[in-house]
């Protein structure tokens, strides 16, 4: 049976973020599939969330030309990790929060316990600076959702903007919790690998997705193709 969450109950409450042109972590929403709930949830009280990726890039030179790079070729991408921290809660634990029945649902206690993989859900909700979908650039972008406008309390309708972000088929390689005399709360940590990044709202990834930087008329593109 589901119980009151911390994004449900009203005092882990939304409150006012500032409308800025910088982005702000205020306004960067993680949805989790939250075990009882069915589909995504906003996970509450997450105090640090973010993704590192690399990859190998290998110069080609040949001989006889000297010292000198033809061309950098780069080799296959790692897979992208994310950093995933919580404030543990007794009724809703990180387990939880992805979708293990884990704490007070269930006998997950241990990376060894899962058996499936979940998705994480970003979504980073523009500035109303930002994030104006009549008069702004960023109506036709891909991977922006644009949710039914909302009245504000004063009467006026406010466009809601959103870049989003799919995590998909992740899994954590890393899971702690420290308990200190000094410290009242208690933080969950874990770093979260993931099977493939995607912005779930197109089918136009693969060989010819429209990346940028292509080198045909009219378009800026590197010297190197030209």
């Not at 997450?46 to 790079?69: A, C, K, L, M, N």
């Not at 930002?130 to 309390?153: E, F, H, Q």
């Not at 406010?158 to 919790?177: D, H, K, Q, R």
């Amino acid at each position: 049976m589901a119980k009151p969450s911390d994004t449900t109950n009203y005092i882990y409450r939304m409150g006012t973020a500032p409308n800025t042109r910088a982005a702000v972590s205020q306004k960067n929403k993680i949805y989790g599939y939250t075990f009882g709930v069915g589909g995504f949830q906003q996970l509450g009280v997450i105090s640090e969330f973010g993704h590192d990726e690399s990859r190998t890039i290998d110069p080609v030179r040949g001989v006889g030309y000297g010292d000198q790079v033809a061309e950098l070729v780069p080799g296959v991408t790692e897979p992208m990790t994310l950093t995933l921290n919580k404030t543990l809660l007794y009724a809703l634990n990180l387990f939880q929060s992805v979708g293990y029945k884990g704490g007070a649902d269930g006998l997950v206690r241990s990376l060894k316990h899962h058996r499936w993989p979940f998705d994480i859900k970003q979504e980073m909700v523009f500035s109303e600076v930002a994030g104006d979908p009549v008069n702004g650039s960023i109506s036709g972008a891909t991977g922006i959702t644009v949710p039914a406008p909302l009245m504000s309390s004063e009467g006026f309708i406010t466009p809601i903007v959103a870049l989003l972000t799919i995590f998909e088929g992740c899994w954590m390689n890393s899971y702690s919790a420290s308990y200190t005399s000094d410290a009242a709360i208690v933080a969950e940590n874990s770093s979260v690998t993931v099977t493939d990044v995607h912005d779930g709202l197109t089918d136009k990834y693969g060989e010819f997705i429209d990346s940028g930087l292509a080198p045909i008329s009219g378009v800026a593109a590197s010297k190197l193709f030209q």
